[in-house]
Structure formats: structure tokens, C-alpha cells
């Protein structure tokens, strides 16, 4: 397997504000509804702690907040506990785009076996599609992984 590291790149236009989307991507009450059933928790300020929960309240990952500008970008370390302890990138842009919001996420510094590994990949693809579904239907897509 490669040891490279790549950036996966998943772009997204959703029918909601972003004041909206972030709702989706900050509260944890939110992020239960389209990413796993897990919960987001962090004060979300410049070098907080954040983590995420499963639902029976193991966390599942976790990293810091590196920046953050509401309702328009966020980058966070991340690290996917259920495959060990490394360190990647993740980075949410938002941007307005006449009543809508393209949602750009980026994954970066992850070593491209244990991305695939984790089927990341497709995971990330059912968070965003998940995200859309919620926002646009209020309806949460079926899980795929079980």
C-alpha cells in the first residue's frame, strides 16, 4: 500500500444558507441527524479540543480547531481513533453562492493507506450527501455501514 499522502478533495452544493450548514457542522445536536449518529462537542475556538461521539458516547475521533471563521471555514486535526492515532487535516469551506452554499471539505496529511483502509473515501461522500439530504429533505440517507 502507499505511503503517500494526498488531499481528497469532495465538493457539495447544498440548498441552504451557511449559517445553516455550519449549524450542521458545529452542533452536536445536528451532526446526529446526517454524520453517523455522532455527536460534536467543542467550544469551537483556535486551539480547543473538539470531539466526536458515537452514540453510545465513545469517542470515535477527535482533534483541534486550528482556524476557524463562522459560517465560512474551519480547519481541524483529526484523528479517526478506530484506526489508531494519526494526525490528519480536515478543512470545511463554505461560500455563499445565491440562496445556496458550496460546501468544499478537504482532507489532507492522511496517509493514503489508512485512508483507504477506513473507506474514507465513501465515508466522506455519505457525510456530505447525508448533510444535503438533511438540510434539503429532513430526511437522513440510510447507513451504509453498519
Given at each position: 500500500?502507499?505511503?503517500?499522502?494526498?488531499?481528497?478533495?469532495?465538493?457539495i452544493i447544498v440548498n441552504a444558507n451557511p449559517e445553516a450548514v455550519w449549524k450542521s457542522l458545529t452542533d452536536g445536536q445536528?451532526?446526529?441527524?446526517?454524520?453517523?449518529?455522532?455527536?460534536?462537542e467543542s467550544d469551537w475556538k483556535v486551539g480547543s479540543d473538539y470531539h466526536f461521539y458515537a452514540p453510545d458516547?465513545?469517542?470515535v475521533s477527535q482533534g483541534k480547531v486550528v482556524e476557524i471563521e463562522?459560517?465560512?471555514?474551519?480547519?481541524?486535526?483529526w484523528v479517526p481513533l478506530w484506526i489508531g492515532n494519526e494526525t490528519?487535516?480536515?478543512?470545511?469551506?463554505?461560500?455563499p453562492l445565491n440562496g445556496?452554499?458550496?460546501v468544499k471539505l478537504t482532507h489532507t496529511d492522511i496517509n493514503d493507506a489508512a485512508f483507504e483502509?477506513?473507506?474514507?473515501?465513501v465515508g466522506w461522500i455519505y457525510v456530505l450527501s447525508n448533510l444535503k439530504s438533511v438540510l434539503?429533505?429532513?430526511?437522513?440517507?440510510?447507513?451504509?455501514?453498519?
Amino acid at each position: 500500500m502507499s505511503k503517500t499522502a494526498t488531499d481528497h478533495v469532495y465538493e457539495i452544493i447544498v440548498n441552504a444558507n451557511p449559517e445553516a450548514v455550519w449549524k450542521s457542522l458545529t452542533d452536536g445536536q445536528e451532526t446526529q441527524k446526517y454524520f453517523y449518529n455522532g455527536r460534536v462537542e467543542s467550544d469551537w475556538k483556535v486551539g480547543s479540543d473538539y470531539h466526536f461521539y458515537a452514540p453510545d458516547n465513545s469517542v470515535v475521533s477527535q482533534g483541534k480547531v486550528v482556524e476557524i471563521e463562522p459560517h465560512s471555514h474551519l480547519k481541524q486535526t483529526w484523528v479517526p481513533l478506530w484506526i489508531g492515532n494519526e494526525t490528519s487535516t480536515v478543512i470545511w469551506n463554505l461560500q455563499p453562492l445565491n440562496g445556496t452554499t458550496l460546501v468544499k471539505l478537504t482532507h489532507t496529511d492522511i496517509n493514503d493507506a489508512a485512508f483507504e483502509q477506513a473507506q474514507m473515501h465513501v465515508g466522506w461522500i455519505y457525510v456530505l450527501s447525508n448533510l444535503k439530504s438533511v438540510l434539503e429533505t429532513g430526511e437522513s440517507l440510510p447507513p451504509i455501514f453498519e
